[in-house]
């Protein structure tokens, strides 16, 4: 069924992002996975092609553009191409900005945000800790005021599952500011790169996402000023409540769009391969499985264009947020899964995109909050 959400203006947007995906990313793919990172020059070279400044308003070098749909047809271009390049450069312009552009000071805005739209700055969110998981709510990393009257912030504790983290310039801090408050005791502190007592473990050994460059932070004793604190004090959880529902949208953008491109993949290839002096896609069980595969991920489409809709006019929920994630997790990592058998054992290869893409999905039905927090979140909306 034609897709109604996209006007010109978007589709012309979605061009230029399919063009900066030819130029300078699939020449470097091999490279990227090699290498296990992203190199800098191709972070710069995103942010002069405008795909990091979308939220950012123009005064702070940003594109302004304030309709979702815009973050949506990057997403759903990289994802495309990359799901891991997908995921740092949807932490990076996606998920971080809108908690500067809300809750920063003018001073913080001048300050980080236009490095931030031309790719100068990485940046990076740290929630998640070894012991806590998806629980916000449980933080151990601790921030308390120096006790010498600077009013600064000596932050303790670690994180894990860092995307960007080993590269970032510019980190967004979960600590718990106040621990008789529980959630309300939570601050959000931007820890810059260079400050002492902020280190990084190496990068971790993935089971997919190779080329993003995900790792533990370290904070020991790290003397953060008070100008650094973002938003007032004890309000971080609510903060990042608030804002969860674009980082789960973003993720079902990309999840439904890496399966559909991997499908399309799929079903070509069965086209050209031949078995038994037939091509394997004529075969009634395969025409019958990517005629069920096709049907889920455009039904699945169609909610998360209503979801990607309700976002742009400010009205989507955090409930519907996590019916879109959880599933379009789900229905990923079904029909990569479909398409690994399809290919027989050149599914297996890592030479072949499908097993990558494969590989880089799993985590999907994890990060962003898990698919059964999502199912809890749900639960509880239906007075459960």
């Known amino acids: 069924m034609p897709r109604n959400l996209y006007g010109p203006d978007h589709e012309a947007f979605r061009s230029s992002v399919r063009e900066f995906i030819d130029r300078n990313l699939k020449p470097r793919a091999e490279q990227m996975l090699e290498v296990k990172s992203i190199d800098r020059d191709i972070w710069k070279e995103a942010g002069k092609q405008g795909l990091f400044g979308l939220d950012i308003p123009e005064e702070f070098g940003g594109m302004g553009a304030?309709?979702?749909?815009?973050?949506?047809?990057?997403?759903?271009?990289?994802?495309?191409?990359?799901?891991?390049?997908?995921?740092?450069?949807?932490?990076?312009?996606?998920?971080?900005?809108?908690?500067?552009?809300?809750?920063?000071?003018?001073?913080?805005?001048?300050?980080?945000?236009?490095?931030?739209?031309?790719?100068?700055?990485?940046?990076?969110?740290?929630?998640?800790?070894?012991?806590?998981?998806?629980?916000?709510?449980?933080?151990?990393?601790?921030?308390?005021?120096?006790?010498?009257?600077?009013?600064?912030?000596?932050?303790?504790?670690?994180?894990?599952?860092?995307?960007?983290?080993?590269?970032?310039?510019?980190?967004?801090?979960?600590?718990?500011?106040?621990?008789?408050?529980?959630?309300?005791?939570?601050?959000?502190?931007?820890?810059?790169?260079?400050?002492?007592?902020?280190?990084?473990?190496?990068?971790?050994?993935k089971v997919g996402q190779e080329e993003a460059d995900t790792s533990e932070l370290f904070f020991e004793n790290v003397r953060v000023p008070d100008a650094n604190r973002l938003g007032e004090e004890g309000l971080g959880f609510i903060s990042m409540m608030q804002r969860l529902p674009q980082e789960r949208i973003g993720a079902a953008v990309a999840n439904t769009a890496h399966a559909f491109q991997i499908f399309r993949e799929t079903v070509e290839y069965t086209k050209e391969r031949k078995a038994f002096g037939q091509p394997v896609g004529s075969f009634q069980h395969n025409k019958f499985k990517m005629a069920e595969l096709q049907t889920k991920l455009e039904v699945t489409q169609a909610y998360v264009d209503d979801c990607i809709a309700a976002h742009a006019d400010g009205d989507l929920t955090a409930v519907d947020a996590a019916k879109a994630k959880w599933w379009s997790a789900q229905v990923q990592n079904d029909v990569l899964d479909e398409c690994v058998q399809l290919y027989g054992g050149y599914g297996f290869m890592n030479e072949y995109r499908v097993a990558r893409a494969w590989r880089d999905a799993r985590v999907s039905k994890i990060w962003a909050g898990s698919n059964e927090i999502m199912k809890e979140l749900i639960g509880r909306d239906l007075g459960l």
């Open 66 to 205: 304030d309709d979702y749909r815009f973050n949506a047809v990057a997403a759903e271009e990289i994802a495309g191409f990359n799901f891991a390049v997908s995921s740092c450069f949807g932490i990076h312009s996606d998920v971080c900005p809108p908690y500067i552009v809300d809750l920063g000071t003018q001073e913080q805005k001048e300050r980080w945000l236009p490095g931030m739209a031309n790719g100068d700055l990485i940046c990076a969110i740290a929630m998640t800790e070894p012991s806590g998981g998806s629980d916000l709510a449980a933080l151990k990393t601790t921030a308390v005021k120096a006790d010498d009257g600077s009013g600064d912030w000596i932050l303790n504790g670690s994180k894990t599952f860092i995307t960007n983290g080993y590269q970032a310039d510019l980190v967004i801090v979960a600590a718990r500011t106040d621990p008789s408050k529980g959630a309300k005791g939570i601050s959000l502190l931007m820890v810059e790169a260079g400050m002492e007592g902020f280190s990084r473990g190496r990068k971790l050994d």
